[in-house]
């Protein structure tokens, strides 16, 4: 499980050799479900913190 990793339109940013960001996709998502969630962390909010 990865939590928190860059935005799938940025890895190939993020991994300087082009076939291995696309590898790494392939196996990441080739069976994954997506969640992207929006708004401000719930942990965040308990904390009593603004980020």
């Keep these: 499980m990865l ?3 860059p ?3 940025k890895w ?3 991994i300087a050799e082009p076939t291995v960001a696309d590898s ?3 196996r990441l998502l080739g069976s994954a479900h997506r ?3 929006q ?3 719930l942990r965040r909010k ?3 913190k603004n980020m």
Excluded: A, V
């Design 24 to 26: 790494i996709l392939d």
């Design 12 to 14: 190939h940013d993020s």
């Design 7 to 9: 935005p799938i339109n």
């Design 46 to 48: 308990k904390l009593g």
């Design 3 to 5: 939590l928190q990793p």
């Design 35 to 37: 969640i992207e969630l």
């Design 39 to 41: 708004g401000q962390s």
